[in-house]
């Protein structure tokens, strides 16, 4: 892992400038309705807004598994009102904390040039922008899912307390196991999650024992989160 300084006024303002050119681009092509679920969806959402669990019909099963994609969206309408920008707002700041956490991995990974590219690349990946402003749980569960894999890459790579970092390990897994309440598919990135933890130990193979352990442990609990 590339060793990098503290947190600075540049990412700082590196981050600032790359939310407000996604945002920009997000906000001129706001899509909104369009999605053909669009109508199930709402009919789901609106019994939540009122204060109770939907009926939810057989035929329309799979939709009752995506608890945080419907509560997320309820929410956002008993704040803001009944219109459409509130039915996508939550996913417009998925989106938008993804970007952010695409941008700090690859600061924390490979240094500020390949996390510019990288974050950029995000931003303007077509079906990231278009999706960002309609009914798309995809997008909600990406940006939960970057923004995990940000915590627990924060602390499987911290020098500090352990007690610290474990808690953000654990944290992080738990994120990117949640993403499976947006989308049942999320659980495919559990197994490719899985797999680098496994990797990642057996890269420190070589390390002393003390340090062996330190690293099992962290991967330990970045998989007990998830």
């Excluded at 959402?45 to 939810?56: D, W």
Aim: net charge positive; aromatic share 14%.
């Amino acid at each position: 892992m590339k060793k990098i300084p503290n947190t600075t006024l540049s990412t700082y303002a590196d981050i600032l400038l790359l939310l407000s050119v996604a945002l920009a681009l997000r906000l001129i092509y706001f899509s909104g309705y369009g999605l053909p679920d669009d109508i199930v969806y709402s009919n789901l959402i609106t019994p939540l807004v009122e204060g109770h669990y939907p009926g939810i019909p057989i035929s329309h099963m799979s939709f009752s598994v995506r608890p945080l994609f419907l509560y997320a969206i309820a929410i956002s309408l008993k704040i803001f009102g009944r219109a459409e920008w509130p039915y996508v707002l939550p996913m417009l700041i998925s989106s938008l904390l993804g970007i952010a956490a695409c941008y700090w991995m690859a600061l924390r990974l490979f240094g500020r040039r390949v996390a510019l590219v990288s974050a950029l690349v995000l931003i303007f990946f077509p079906l990231d922008w278009l999706y960002s402003t309609k009914m798309s749980n995809d997008i909600l569960g990406n940006g939960i899912l970057w923004m995990g894999a940000s915590m627990a890459l924060a602390g499987a790579g911290s020098s500090r307390s352990h007690r610290a970092a474990l808690a953000v390990g654990l944290l992080g897994g738990f994120l990117m196991g949640f993403t499976v309440t947006a989308k049942a598919t999320f659980y495919f990135p559990g197994v490719l999650l899985y797999v680098t933890l496994a990797y990642w130990c057996w890269l420190g193979r070589r390390l002393p024992a003390r340090d062996q352990k330190i690293r099992a442990i962290k991967a330990g609990s970045i998989a007990l989160g998830w």
